[in-house]
């Protein structure tokens, strides 16, 4: 990533102090992974979200990215994202919504893999764009319907992050999670939504439920 031009590093509401004060926000509630907190101390999250919404980027919120969609609380990429790292090595990642790119990059800034895909076809390229002038060279995306997993078949992922809620866990994506591999969803039981952590063991799959969650729906289709 490269955060050396000035609109990168912000200013006013959108300053590194302002940054440290969401990391700060983010250690009270319980977020201890070093290196998750200082991957998202230095993201430029503003760049992530309409220009008019900028000088909110820094508040421990969802926000509007345009098409029904959301860029997500940056608590819960922070404890998504400490959930990934917390046992063995993890190497790649499938995320399942990019939306605007934002969760993907703090995955890109960790683990040494990244692939994201995104149904909305105008979400897609703007993350593209956004990633490239990042200069995130780690990451492949591609517009599809993740329902389906990872276009290629063959590819298992040590890690998969679902970023928007299903009703049903698609079987494409529980048969890419690797051996050892572990997958985190939201899911929606017509009631509420609890984030789950589902392993692949060598005795089977062994599902987790973690926190009470918000997002938006796992639609079918492309958009
Ligand atoms: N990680 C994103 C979260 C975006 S919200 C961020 O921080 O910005 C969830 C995203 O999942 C939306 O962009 C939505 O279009 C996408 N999505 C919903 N259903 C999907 C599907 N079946 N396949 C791929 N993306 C999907």
């Avoid at 919120?61 to 969609?69: C, E, K, N, R």
Wanted: with cysteine; proline share 4%; charged share 20%.
């Amino acid at each position: 990533m490269n955060l050396s031009k000035a609109n990168h590093q912000g200013i006013g509401m959108t300053s590194q102090r302002t940054r440290d004060r969401l990391i700060q926000r983010l250690r009270d509630q319980g977020i201890d992974d070093e290196l998750v907190l200082d991957v998202m101390g230095k993201i430029p999250r503003h760049l992530f979200v309409d220009e008019a919404l900028s000088h909110r980027a820094y508040e421990d919120t969802a926000l509007p990215i345009g098409y029904g969609q959301t860029i997500s609380q940056p608590f819960i990429v922070a404890l998504m994202t400490q959930s990934l790292l917390r046992e063995g090595k993890p190497n790649s990642v499938l995320e399942i919504g990019t939306g605007c790119g934002y969760q993907t990059a703090v995955l890109a800034s960790i683990f040494h893999q990244i692939y994201s895909v995104e149904r909305i076809e105008a979400l897609h390229k703007q993350a593209k764009q956004r990633l490239a002038e990042l200069e995130f060279f780690n990451i492949q995306l591609r517009h599809t319907d993740g329902n389906g997993g990872w276009p290629n078949p063959a590819y298992r992922f040590d890690r998969i992050i679902m970023t928007a809620a299903c009703s049903e866990i698609p079987d494409a994506l529980v048969e890419q999670i690797a051996d050892n591999g572990m997958m985190i969803f939201p899911y929606d039981d017509g009631r509420d939504q609890t984030l789950i952590k589902l392993t692949r063991t060598a005795q089977g799959l062994v599902e987790e439920p973690m926190t009470k969650v918000s997002f938006v729906p796992l639609l079918s289709g492309l958009g």
